[in-house]
């Protein structure tokens, strides 16, 4: 009933990243395990359809060849249902899953602390999170700013540095 | 990281790879990332020409590309399109063809506006079928991207983005704060 067992801000770096088991589509899951020993960025956005979300995730789609030269993969995250990200994710030809948050409702967004009860929706938040599942990067935009993907690939350069030395 | 927290910043100045119109000693620079299928950009376009008028020598005026090409399935070639006019010197030529029939960028129409600007045809449709200016429009792809282009337009003034409107006041008041 309370969230008090959920972080109040989102998940600094340093922290392990919360393990989750989401649909993609309606008969196929997605689980952080999936992604072991490689990077992700997680883009928490409050909805599909919404025009800013829209153009974030169209801009992460048009990134997305940056990102995997990172060895890193995307996943966007909403409370939408799998259904809704199937023709979502068709119509502005995504090639990234979209994770449906939704049963039960927010529980991923909670745990990484990025859940807006005042609306039911995710907050934009992004996460990127090491080989290792540690989160290397969060950040949480205002709602009605698309934070672009500077940040992120900021990030995934700076990892990728630190590898090298 | 602060990086997206500042108001973000044009990370690769305007230089002689750009296509610019107006002085180089223009007091005033405004950098549109743009794509020639969308909608907004497409309006953004008269803006700016307006604003040219109005502010005249005292601005000049870059235009790199911004293509989202899995939303718009004309935006890439007529980016290319724009670049094949360029090695024949008529970039802006080309530029302001292609945003006055955003519905027609299909191969045939590109053809017949490089004929209407007497290109070389041949080389224009060679360039454009080997793809040789993929490499720039990328350039400017990621350039944008690490400036904080989150979607198209995006105006930089002065090298610090806009981020107001791209209808003739916004814009126009904008320039002019710079001068």
Redesign the interface.
């Known amino acids: 009933m309370t969230t008090t067992e959920y972080p109040t801000r989102a998940l600094e770096p340093g922290t392990a990243a919360p393990g989750f088991d989401l649909r993609s589509t309606p008969d196929q899951s997605v689980s952080l395990a999936d992604f072991g020993g490689r990077r992700l960025v997680m883009a928490f956005y409050p909805a599909d359809w919404s025009p800013i979300c829209t153009?974030?995730m169209?801009?992460y789609?048009?990134?997305l060849p940056?990102f995997k030269r990172y060895a890193a993969e995307l996943v966007g995250i909403s409370i939408d249902h799998a259904w809704c990200h199937v023709a979502f994710a068709q119509h502005?030809?995504?090639?990234f899953p979209l994770l449906a948050d939704f049963h039960p409702k927010g529980e991923v967004a909670q745990r990484y602390g990025v859940y807006d009860d005042g609306t039911g929706m995710s907050k934009r938040a992004l996460f990127v999170v090491d080989e290792g599942g540690t989160i290397r990067?969060s950040?949480v935009?205002p709602v009605g700013v698309?934070?672009?993907?500077?940040?992120i690939?900021?990030?995934l350069e700076s990892m990728a540095r630190e590898k090298a030395a | 990281m602060s990086a997206v927290l500042d108001r973000p910043r044009l990370t690769v100045p305007v230089s002689a790879r750009d296509h610019v119109r107006g002085p180089a000693t223009a007091p005033v620079t405004l950098v549109e990332y743009g794509d020639f299928e969308c909608p907004f950009c497409g309006a953004a376009h008269n803006s700016v020409n307006h604003v040219m008028q109005i502010i005249g020598d005292r601005m000049r005026f870059a235009y790199r590309h911004f293509p989202l090409t899995q939303i718009h399935p004309h935006a890439q070639q007529a980016a290319e399109a724009a670049e094949a006019a360029g090695t024949q010197d008529r970039f802006w030529e080309m530029h302001d063809l292609l945003f006055e029939h955003q519905d027609r960028l299909g191969m045939q129409y590109l053809l017949a506006y490089a004929a209407a600007l007497r290109l070389d045809v041949e080389r224009f449709a060679l360039e454009l079928d080997t793809h040789v200016h993929v490499p720039r429009i990328r350039e400017d792809f990621s350039s944008g991207v690490r400036s904080g282009v989150n979607g198209t337009p995006t105006f930089f003034v002065n090298g610090i983005r806009h981020d107001g409107g791209y209808d003739l006041e916004s814009l126009l008041t904008a320039v002019s704060a710079a001068l």
């Open positions: 153009d974030q169209s801009l789609n048009e990134v940056e502005r030809n995504l090639h990067w950040y935009s698309n934070p672009g993907a500077d940040g690939l900021i990030a």
